[in-house]
C-alpha cells in the first residue's frame, strides 16, 4: 500500500525532514544570538535574529505542507483499504455470511483504517524525527566531542530504558482494545435490535449488561494508564536527568574557556529538542505495530476465496434438473414445488442456484462446468433473506437497468406501496427497506427479481408473509409475467401451487409425487397434509 | 439525498453538559490538576537555573558551584518526572470514569429513542454514533482534555515565571498575540461545521459497506456488484471532499500558528538583547527569558493542536447527544390504568402529515379474548397494532388500557401491560439463555424452558444448549427459530395483552399452527391480538376485526363474518378453495 502512495509518501517524507531539521538548528541559532549578546554585538544580534526568524518561516511552511502529505496518505490508505474491502465482500458474496461475521468485516471500516491510516501517517513523521535527530548529534559532535558523545549515547541509551515499559504497556493495551472492541459489538447489537427491545422491554437488561462491560473496559482502561503513566513519567524523567548532564558537563567546559555561553545555550537546547523525535519514534514502534496488525485483519478478509467456483463454460437454455431429488424446472412454464419441510425445499434451491454443491444440469451440461457469472446471470434465487438496498425505488428494483419496473410491481401486486410513496418510484428508500413492512417488503422482493427478468427464477416462498387475497393475485400474475421463461416457486400455500402448471412434492430430498396441484391432493395424503394448512388435522 | 438523520445537539447543549462533567468529579479534577500543576512548576527550575550559570560564565566567575547547580537541575528533573506520573494517571483514571459515563449514558439515551426515529434514521448513522463517535470523544476525554488542562496550568506558570525573572521580558511575546487570535478565531468559527460534514460523510461510507456486507449473498444473486462498487466510489468522493475542506483551513491556521511561536522566540531575543544592550535587564534574564519563550510553545502548542481536538470531540459530543434530542413521543402522565381493557376510539394516524394511514378507528377487545385482524397487506393493520401495543400515539382519538392512555404510561408500566411481536426478528449475542431472559431477566431455567416449550422450541433449544453463544459470532439461527425466540421472550414477560404482527410468519405454515395452538394453551386468559395474513389464525379466534384502508370494516367471531357474506366471507371462501 505504501508503494501505491509513492509521490505524497516521498513528499511528506521529504518535508518531515525540512521540517525537523529546522527546528534543530535552532538552538544552534539562539546560542549565537546569546553569543552576539554577550559580545554586545547588536549588528551580529540582528542578522542572527532575521536567521532564526527565516528557520521559523521555512518551518511553518514545511510544516503544513508535510501535514498536507500525511492526510493525503492517511486518507487515500483508509480510501483504499474501504474499496478492498468493499470489493471482496461484492467478490465472495453468498460466501461471506458462511465464513465471516458482519461486524468483523464492519470493524474495517470504523477502526482497522484508522490504524492503517495512523501507521502510514507516522512513516513520514518518524523518517523526518530519525534525520533530526542525526542532524542534531552531527552539529553537537562538530562543536564539542565529548557532549556530543554524551548525547549521542545517551539518547539510545534513554530509548533502551523505556523499551521494556512497552510490552506490557502493548499487552494492556491490546486487552482494552479487545474489550473496546466487544463494547462496541454489545452497542451495535443493541443497536440492530432495538426495535426488538423497543417492543418487548428489555432496555434495562440490556442497559446494565452494557454498563457492566463499560466498567469492565474502564477498569482495563486504568490498567493502560497506569503503565502509560509510568512511560510518560520516564519521558519526562530521562531526558530531563541527560538535560543536566549535558548542562553540568557544558558549564564545566564554558567555565574552562573550551565552550562559548552561547553554545551551552545551545546544548541545553539541544537535549531538550531532542525529547520530541525521540517521543515521534516510540510513538512510531506503536503505531506502526498497530498497523500491521489491522492490515493483517483487512488481509485475512482480502485473502478469503469464494467457496464456489465454476468452469468456464457458457449457459445454454434448457432445463434445470437437480439429479438427487428429481426435481427438473423447464422451460416456458411455472414448476411448483412443494416440500415436506421448509429446510429440504432450501437446500433444493440452494443447489439449483449454484450456492452450493450438487449434481445439477442445465441442458445437459453440469452447472458445476459453468462459469459462476454465467450461472448467475441465467439462474436467480431469490429468497426473503434477500437484502432491499437504500437508494431510489426504481434503481433498487431494476438492478440490471433495462427491466420493465412498472408491470413488475403490478405482476408483484406492490403498486399500493408505490403509490403510497410520495414521490412514487422515484422515493429514495432507506437502508434494508426498513421503513416497509414484512409482506412490502417481499412484494418488493418480488417486483425486483421479475424486473431482473432471468431465464430461469427461482422463487422461495415469495407469498408468505401476505395476505391470501394478495397471494391470490400474485399467483395469477406471476405466471403471465414468466410466459415463455422458467420458473420454480417453492411454496406450499395452495393458492400458488393451484396456479403452477407442475407440481412437485418433495419428500426425504427425493421426490415423492408429481403433477398438477390436483391430481396431487387425490393421489398423495402427505401432499395434502403439507398444503392444506393443517385444516384437516 | 432527502434521507433523514438524526439529529445534532446545538452548541450551547455541549457547553453545559460539558461543564457539568467538568465539575462532577471535584476531588478528582482538583487533585489532577494540582499534580500538573506541581510538575510544571518543577519544570521552570531547568532554565532559571541554566540563565544563572551563563551569566556566571560570561562575567568570567570562578567560583560557580557548577555541580550544585546540576545537581539542583536533576534533583528538578526526577521531581517533575515522579509528579508527571501521578498526574498522567490521576487525570486518566478520571477521565475513564467519565468516559464510561459518557458512552452508558448514550447507549441509555439509545435505548429510549422512539422506534419511528430508530428506523427511518437507518442503522448506519446510529452505528456510527456508536463506533466513530464513542471512539473519538474517547480520545478528546482521554487525551485533549487533560492536555488542554496540563498546557493551560503549564502555559500560566511559564507565564508567571518569565514576569518574576523580568516584567520587561514579557513585552517582546505580546506581538505574537494579534496572529494567534485572529487565525484561530477564524479557523474555530469554520472548523466545527467542516467536522461535523466529515463526520456526516464519513457515517455514509461505513452504512454503505455495511449494507455491502450484510447483504453480500443478495449482491452476488443479482449481479449488484458493480453498483456496490460505485456507491462506495460516491461515498468515498463525498468523504473526500469534505477532507479537503477541512484540511484547506488547516493549510492556513498551521503556518499562521507556527509563525505565531517564532516570532516570540525572535523577538525576545532580538528586543532582550537590546534591552541589555541598553543596560536595562541582565544577561540572566535575557536567557532565562528566551528559554522560557521557547519552551512556552510547547503548552501553548499542545494547547491550540489539542483544541482542534476538542472540535472534533465536541462535534462527536453533538452527535452522541444529539439521540437525545429527538422529542420523545410519550409524556407519563398521572394516569394508572383501571382493569385490562385496551380499547381505541376514533384513532387516526399519520407517518407523513396529511397522509392518515388509520380513518377513525373505534375498537374495544374484551380482556381475555383471541382477537384476530386480518386484512390486505398496506391495510393498516401492523400501524394499529403498534397503536394497540403504544408503541406510537395516535394523531387523534385515544389508546387506552383502563381508561388510561398508552403512551401516557411510563414505559415500565406500558410493558407490564401489553407487549408487541412482530416479524422483525434478532437473535442477541450472548446465550440462548439470555436472549429469552430479555422478557423476564429474573427468570429461571425452568421458566425459560417452559417459555420455550411453550413455542415448540425445545426441542433444539435442548439439543443447543442453554449456555450456547448464538448471534453475531455465534451459531447462527434461522428466521424461524430467531422467531420462536421472540415468542418465548413474550411467554416469559407475560404481559396482560399480546400483540403479535406476523409473530409467526416466517415459520413452515404446519409447524406454525401448532405452535401458535400451544402458545394458545400457555396464554389462556391473556388477550391477544394477532395480526395474521393465515386466516386458520382467525379461524381459531374469538373475533375477527377486517382491517381494509385504514378502517374495520367488519367486526364479529369467524362464524358470524361468514354467515354475513361480506368481504371476510369471500376472503375465507377464496383462501378454502
Given at each position: 500500500m505504501a508503494r501505491d502512495q509513492g509521490l505524497p509518501m516521498w513528499l511528506g517524507i521529504t518535508y518531515a525532514i525540512l521540517w525537523w531539521t529546522t527546528q534543530a538548528l535552532i538552538p544552534a541559532v539562539i546560542g549565537f544570538g546569546v553569543d552576539a549578546v554577550i559580545d554586545k554585538d547588536a549588528g551580529e544580534l540582528a542578522r542572527w535574529s532575521a536567521v532564526l526568524f527565516g528557520l521559523g518561516a521555512v518551518q511553518a511552511l514545511t510544516g503544513v505542507l508535510r501535514h498536507r502529505c500525511a492526510v493525503y496518505t492517511w486518507i487515500s490508505s483508509a480510501y483504499t483499504t474501504v474499496q478492498l474491502t468493499s470489493r471482496q465482500a461484492t467478490r465472495l458474496g453468498a460466501t461471506l455470511p458462511k465464513r465471516l461475521s458482519t461486524g468483523e468485516v464492519v470493524s474495517v471500516g470504523n477502526s482497522d483504517i484508522a490504524h492503517i491510516g495512523n501507521a502510514?501517517?507516522?512513516?513520514?513523521?518518524?523518517?523526518?524525527?530519525?534525520?533530526?535527530?542525526?542532524?542534531?548529534?552531527?552539529?553537537?559532535?562538530?562543536?564539542?566531542?565529548?557532549?556530543?558523545?554524551?548525547?549521542?549515547?545517551?539518547?539510545?541509551?534513554?530509548?533502551?530504558?523505556?523499551?521494556?515499559?512497552?510490552?506490557p504497556l502493548h499487552r494492556r493495551q491490546h486487552a482494552h482494545r479487545d474489550l473496546q472492541g466487544d463494547l462496541a459489538t454489545r452497542a451495535g447489537d443493541i443497536v440492530a435490535g432495538l426495535r426488538v427491545l423497543r417492543g418487548i422491554g428489555g432496555e434495562q437488561v440490556f442497559a446494565d449488561r452494557y454498563r457492566a462491560e463499560s466498567q469492565r473496559t474502564r477498569a482495563a482502561g486504568v490498567r493502560v494508564a497506569s503503565v502509560e503513566s509510568l512511560l510518560e513519567g520516564a519521558q519526562v524523567l530521562l531526558p530531563g536527568l541527560l538535560i543536566a548532564c549535558v548542562t553540568w558537563l557544558g558549564a564545566r567546559f564554558a567555565l574552562a574557556g573550551d565552550l562559548s555561553a552561547g553554545e551551552l545555550v545551545s546544548f541545553y537546547g539541544y537535549a531538550v529538542f531532542l525529547i520530541a523525535p525521540l517521543r515521534t519514534l516510540t510513538e512510531a514502534a506503536d503505531k506502526l505495530t498497530k498497523g500491521v496488525v489491522a492490515a493483517k485483519r483487512v488481509v485475512r478478509i482480502l485473502s478469503l476465496e469464494p467457496e464456489i467456483t465454476g468452469g468456464d463454460a457458457q449457459a445454454r437454455h434448457g432445463d434445470l434438473r437437480d439429479e438427487e431429488s428429481g426435481v427438473v424446472v423447464r422451460e416456458g412454464v411455472v414448476t411448483a414445488l412443494a416440500a415436506a419441510t421448509p429446510e429440504e425445499a432450501s437446500a433444493i434451491a440452494d443447489r439449483l442456484g449454484r450456492y452450493s454443491d450438487g449434481r445439477v444440469t442445465l441442458a445437459g451440461v453440469p452447472l458445476a462446468d459453468l462459469s459462476v457469472e454465467a450461472v448467475r446471470g441465467h439462474i436467480l434465487v431469490a429468497d426473503n433473506a434477500a437484502a432491499l438496498f437504500a437508494g431510489p425505488l426504481r434503481e433498487e428494483l431494476d438492478v440490471r437497468g433495462h427491466g420493465d419496473v412498472e408491470a413488475a410491481v403490478y405482476a408483484a401486486c406492490a403498486e399500493d406501496i408505490v403509490e403510497a410513496l410520495p414521490e412514487g418510484l422515484d422515493t429514495h428508500v432507506a437502508e434494508a427497506g426498513r421503513e416497509f413492512s414484512g409482506g412490502q417488503q417481499q412484494r418488493l422482493r418480488l417486483a425486483r427479481a421479475l424486473t431482473a427478468d432471468p431465464e430461469i427464477l427461482i422463487l422461495v416462498e415469495p407469498t408468505s408473509a401476505v395476505d391470501a387475497h394478495t397471494e391470490a393475485r400474485i399467483a395469477e400474475r406471476l405466471a403471465k409475467a414468466r410466459a415463455g421463461r422458467a420458473t420454480l416457486v417453492v411454496t406450499t400455500s395452495p393458492l400458488v401451487l393451484d396456479r403452477a402448471d407442475h407440481v412437485f412434492y418433495v419428500e426425504d430430498g427425493r421426490t415423492a409425487a408429481e403433477g398438477t396441484h390436483r391430481e396431487l391432493l387425490t393421489a398423495s395424503t402427505a401432499y395434502r397434509a403439507t398444503v392444506t394448512r393443517g385444516e384437516d388435522r | 439525498m432527502s434521507r433523514q438523520i438524526l439529529p445534532v445537539a446545538d452548541k450551547a447543549q455541549v457547553r453545559a453538559y460539558a461543564r457539568r462533567l467538568m465539575v462532577k468529579y471535584p476531588k478528582e479534577l482538583s487533585a489532577a490538576l494540582a499534580l500538573h500543576g506541581l510538575a510544571a512548576l518543577t519544570g521552570l527550575a531547568g532554565p532559571a537555573l541554566l540563565g544563572g550559570l551563563v551569566q556566571s560564565v560570561a562575567d568570567g566567575a570562578h567560583d560557580v558551584r557548577v555541580d550544585t547547580i546540576a545537581l539542583a537541575i536533576a534533583g528538578f528533573v526526577i521531581a517533575q518526572g515522579i509528579l508527571t506520573r501521578f498526574a498522567v494517571y490521576a487525570s486518566s483514571r478520571l477521565g475513564e470514569k467519565v468516559l464510561a459515563e459518557l458512552r452508558q449514558e448514550f447507549v441509555d439515551r439509545v435505548l429510549a429513542l422512539p422506534l419511528s426515529t430508530v428506523e427511518r434514521a437507518g442503522s448506519g448513522d446510529l452505528i456510527t454514533r456508536t463506533s466513530r463517535d464513542v471512539d473519538s470523544l474517547s480520545r478528546t476525554v482521554r487525551h485533549a482534555v487533560p492536555e488542554i488542562l496540563i498546557a493551560l496550568v503549564t502555559g500560566v506558570f511559564m507565564i508567571g515565571a518569565l514576569v518574576i525573572v523580568g516584567p520587561l521580558m514579557v513585552l517582546p511575546s505580546l506581538l505574537a498575540v494579534p496572529l494567534l487570535w485572529i487565525s484561530t478565531r477564524w479557523y474555530l468559527n469554520r472548523s466545527g461545521p467542516a467536522y461535523l460534514r466529515e463526520g456526516a460523510a464519513y457515517a455514509n461510507l461505513t452504512e454503505g459497506l455495511a449494507q455491502t456486507v450484510e447483504g453480500a449473498r443478495t449482491v452476488e444473486a443479482l449481479g449488484l456488484a458493480g453498483r456496490r462498487r460505485d456507491r462506495t466510489d460516491d461515498d468515498i468522493r463525498e468523504s473526500y471532499a469534505a477532507e479537503r475542506y477541512s484540511l484547506s483551513l488547516r493549510t492556513v491556521w498551521f503556518p499562521s500558528v507556527e509563525m505565531g511561536y517564532v516570532i516570540p522566540v525572535v523577538a525576545t531575543l532580538f528586543l532582550g538583547g537590546l534591552f541589555y544592550l541598553e543596560g536595562w535587564v541582565t544577561l540572566f534574564q535575557v536567557t532565562a527569558g528566551t528559554l522560557y519563550i521557547q519552551q512556552l510553545v510547547d503548552p501553548l502548542d499542545r494547547l491550540l493542536s489539542w483544541i482542534d481536538e476538542l472540535q472534533v470531540g465536541s462535534a462527536s459530543m453533538a452527535r452522541l447527544l444529539g439521540v437525545?434530542?429527538?422529542?420523545?413521543d410519550r409524556v407519563p402522565s398521572e394516569a394508572t390504568p383501571d382493569g385490562d381493557a385496551i380499547r381505541a376510539e376514533d384513532v387516526?394516524?399519520?407517518?407523513?402529515?396529511?397522509?392518515?394511514?388509520?380513518?377513525?378507528?373505534?375498537?374495544?377487545?374484551?380482556?381475555?379474548?383471541?382477537?384476530?385482524m386480518v386484512g390486505p397487506s398496506g391495510a393498516g393493520k401492523s400501524t394499529l397494532g403498534r397503536l394497540l401495543a403504544g408503541i406510537h400515539g395516535p394523531r387523534t382519538g385515544s389508546v387506552t388500557v383502563g381508561g388510561a392512555s398508552l403512551v401516557e404510561l411510563p414505559l415500565a408500566e406500558l410493558r407490564g401491560q401489553v407487549a408487541l411481536v412482530t416479524q422483525e426478528h434478532h437473535v442477541f449475542k450472548g446465550t440462548l439463555r439470555d436472549n429469552v431472559l430479555i422478557g423476564r431477566p429474573e427468570a429461571d431455567d425452568d421458566a425459560v424452558k417452559r417459555a420455550l416449550e411453550a413455542v415448540d422450541a425445545w426441542e433444539w433449544a435442548e439439543k443447543l444448549g442453554l449456555d450456547a453463544e448464538v448471534g453475531s459470532g455465534g451459531t447462527a439461527l434461522s428466521p424461524a427459530q430467531a422467531q420462536q425466540l421472540a415468542l418465548a421472550r413474550l411467554v416469559l414477560a407475560d404481559p396482560h395483552t399480546l400483540v403479535l404482527d406476523e409473530a409467526t410468519s416466517l415459520i413452515d405454515p404446519r409447524q406454525a399452527r401448532h405452535l401458535e395452538r400451544s402458545l394458545a394453551a400457555v396464554l389462556d386468559g391473556r388477550t391477544v391480538i394477532a395480526i395474521a395474513h393465515r386466516l386458520y389464525t382467525a379461524h381459531d379466534a374469538d373475533r375477527v376485526a377486517v382491517v381494509e384502508d385504514g378502517r374495520i370494516s367488519e367486526l364479529g367471531s369467524h362464524e358470524e363474518l361468514v354467515m354475513a357474506g361480506g368481504p371476510y366471507a369471500a376472503l375465507w371462501e377464496s383462501w378454502r378453495r
Open positions: 502510514m501517517d507516522i512513516i513520514l513523521r518518524g523518517a523526518g524525527a530519525l534525520v533530526a535527530v542525526v542532524v542534531v548529534t552531527v552539529i553537537m559532535l562538530s562543536s564539542s566531542m565529548p557532549l556530543g558523545l554524551l548525547v549521542l549515547i545517551g539518547v539510545p541509551l534513554m530509548a533502551l530504558v523505556i523499551s521494556p515499559l512497552l510490552r | 437525545a434530542n429527538v422529542p420523545d387516526r394516524y399519520a407517518y407523513r402529515e396529511g397522509h392518515d394511514v388509520l380513518h377513525g378507528i373505534d375498537l374495544d377487545v374484551r380482556p381475555g379474548e383471541r382477537l384476530a
